[in-house]
């Protein structure tokens, strides 16, 4: 049977070009362009494959700010059908993504919600919990294998110690791990076509407040001696000596 | 003070119960039996049996908590995030994600953690009554109390456990390494690892890789993945070899006592994160290094 899927989405500094002002040691991040975070690359790739297997809709969903339209594109192009962008995003207000994301899932049709488990820059991973919270749903993390049929899933979910196959009963929301598939690339023609696409922009309208002041956001710094050496010979020396030193 | 603690690790679990040791009374809460965690300081473990779902198990320290506890201290593992997630949004109150330090201060704690990949250090002030915490947050000392055990079956949820299988082969114990040799892309090929085991043995390291090594190309298991995305070790000596030193692999080895670099590239960033380097190709190294020991 088809099934109205909805995926979230998130976009995260390119952190490979976040560079530290070295005076102050806090992070530049003016002019630092957007990426799609790698897990929910994931949770897209999966929900095409579940329309691509069962037929049906994929809508996602994106609470950024307004070049998340560039991610939504991207989105596009890898088969979603249609995308919501909504702005006002806060950092590390992790309460008020749950709430808007939630109050936008709870308008749209879903039999199966998706997402990453875990995003490549903050890591929380507490927002698939907080969504199923709010939403009353049944939910299953971490999924390495998820199969829907009728209305029904199952999923293999990676815990601690061991692995656990486990069933619920749609709608549901469900985490993915990096494990689950490898995203596709998009051919071009896809990309081009999915420029042309008509893409839903809105402003968040929830207000909640994190309950978190910060005090700092500087980088570590670093104590290491940085003793480098050109000389292979000399160089593998004096590692051999901390090497037995450290050993003995 | 009273703490709630969950974890399903058992050395977070170790480690959670002596940091809070004498700050208060704890209960831990323990999906994993293990004779060894009596000897922690809880004042009482709670063996959880029966359905380890995210929806059961919540709803089971939801009843634990209230009006009982102070803080709920969580184990940042896979299950230990999706738990905080959902009872913080059943109670309506904070958490404290990810830290590496806790401070408890007239009714609010001083939490850190990362941010930006690892790139900076978050210190925040906050009114959470939940905190997610990672490994390390001490060395898990054991305080040599005896803490007796209670065992509770949780009921069935909304999502039905169909089987459960322990995780294929031994756990690699990266986090009890004294000496890691940590391999990346300059690796070239898999083949390579047969030049790097012997003198992995001879010095007595665990082998471990960065994200590429092990997710992209798979020339070591998953599980051996240092990173900000995988493993946070601490050995005494850390030797990475034609590993860069992008910000995701040094935030999993910060910690180590001595980090030793080998790359060909001298502008590699691990040189500016390393205390001996090598600019140099690394099976040379690795065989000059060998033959000096």
Redesign the interface.
Known sequence: MPYNIVVLVKQI?D??L?K?NSSTG??VLEGVPFRFETLSKNAVEEAVRLKEKHGGKVTAILFGNDKGTQVMKEAYAMGVDEGFVITGYQE?N??LT?RVLAAKISQIPHDIVLLG??S???????????????LG??????ALKLEASGQKI?VES????????????LPAVV?VS??INEPRFPPVMQIIQAGRKKMNVEQAQIRVE???????????K?E???????D??K??????????E??K | MKFLVFSDSLDVSKQILSFLNGKGETRLLSPREDNSLRGYGASEIVLLKGSLTIDSVSEFILKEFAGSFDYLIIASTSLGRDIAGYISEKMNVTVAHEVFSIAFKDGKIVTKRFDLGGKVVIEEESSAKIVTVLPGISEGTPSGSNSPVRVVEIPAGKVRVVSVEPKKGKEVELEKASIIVSVGRGLGKKEGLQQIEPFAKKIGAEIAGSRPVCLDYHWLSEDRQVGYSGRKVRPKIYLALGISGQIQHIAGMRDSKIVIAVNKDKNAPIFQECDYGIVGDLYTAVQKISSYL
């Open positions: 500094y952190l490979e976040v530290i806090e992070p590390g992790v309460a749950a488990n875990q490549a820059d903050s890591m929380s991973g507490l927002l698939g919990g907080k969504i199923s919270a709010i749903l049944p939910y299953v993390s971490n199952t990676a815990g601690e110690a061991e692995n656990m196959k486990v069933e619920a009963d985490s990096q494990e994190s309950g978190i002041k910060v005090l700092s956001r500087l980088a570590p670093s290491r001696k940085k003793v480098i050496f050109d292979m010979d160089g593998a020396q004096e590692i051999a000596k901390v090497i037995k450290v050993t």
